[in-house]
Antibody, heavy 118, light 112 residues
Framework: EVQLVESGGGLIQPGGSLRLSCAAS????????MSWVRQAPGKGLEWVSLIYSGGTTYYADSVKGRFTVSKDNSKNTLYLQMSSLRAEDTAIYYC????????????WGQGTLVTVSS | QSVLTQPPSVSAAPGQKVTISCSGSSSNIGNNYVSWYQHLPGTAPKLLIY???KRPSGIPDRFSGSKSGTSATLGITGLQTGDEADYYCGTWDSRLSALPWVFGGGTKLTVL
């Protein structure tokens, strides 16, 4: 069974850093495209980042230069390193498996909540 | 403001049919595949439709998708109270100056 489990969320002060993890099972992260999507309170889904199987990365303008997506193939885990966090980064962060050839997200995690507040 | 435009809300009675529209441009919907997601806030979003009109295994045929030009539509027939959720369209955007992936703003479905 394909499954994604996020962790690492929590309360962090503005300007701080946090690393989210997404443990995958049932498939290999190394050979798939993976993505992070977030939902701020009362808002819709917002795409955050995408990493190709070969390592090419893309970021939303709102996080470019502050967030870094990476994979640890040995742990079959996706990461999102977040720095210089702002109040507007407060959201539930979902990781998702992305089927590149047809461009859709075919598996999602339950999400992890990040709250940026002093 | 989202690149893809959806109505903020739709509603219908149980057993009825509802459609949700998603409007974009030639750089996204017009030249790429559209997918649709069902989301109850705080839970994992679920893929409903991919490749404009295909359903993953396990998604009932009450859910359908279509695309024409730069717009796409999600249809739900035989509405059930369990269908109450937020629905999002999404697609790739081919413009170099744009984000590679875009979601619609979401549509809240209420089953009266």
């Amino acid at each position: 069974e394909v499954q994604l489990v996020e962790s690492g969320g929590g309360l962090i002060q503005p300007g701080g850093s946090l690393r989210l993890s997404c443990a995958a099972s049932g498939f290999t992260v190394s050979s798939n495209y993976m993505s992070w999507v977030r939902q701020a309170p009362g808002k819709g889904l917002e795409w955050v980042s995408l990493i190709y199987s070969g390592g090419t990365t893309y970021y939303a303008d709102s996080v470019k230069g502050r967030f870094t997506v990476s994979k640890d193939n040995s742990k079959n885990t996706l990461y999102l390193q977040m720095s210089s966090l702002r109040a507007e980064d407060t959201a539930i962060y979902y990781c998702a498996k992305y089927f590149g050839p047809l461009h859709y997200f075919d598996c999602w995690g339950q999400g992890t909540l990040v709250t940026v507040s002093s | 403001q989202s690149v893809l435009t959806q109505p903020p809300s739709v509603s219908a009675a149980p057993g009825q049919k509802v459609t949700i529209s998603c409007s974009g441009s030639s750089s996204n919907i017009g030249n790429n595949y559209v997918s649709w997601y069902q989301h109850l806030p705080g839970t994992a979003p679920k893929l409903l439709i991919y490749d404009n009109n295909k359903r993953p295994s396990g998604i009932p045929d009450r859910f359908s998708g279509s695309k024409s030009g730069t717009s796409a539509t999600l249809g739900i027939t035989g509405l059930q109270t369990g269908d109450e959720a937020d629905y999002y369209c999404g697609t790739w955007d081919s413009r170099l100056s744009a984000l590679p992936w875009v979601f619609g703003g979401g549509t809240k479905l209420t089953v009266l």
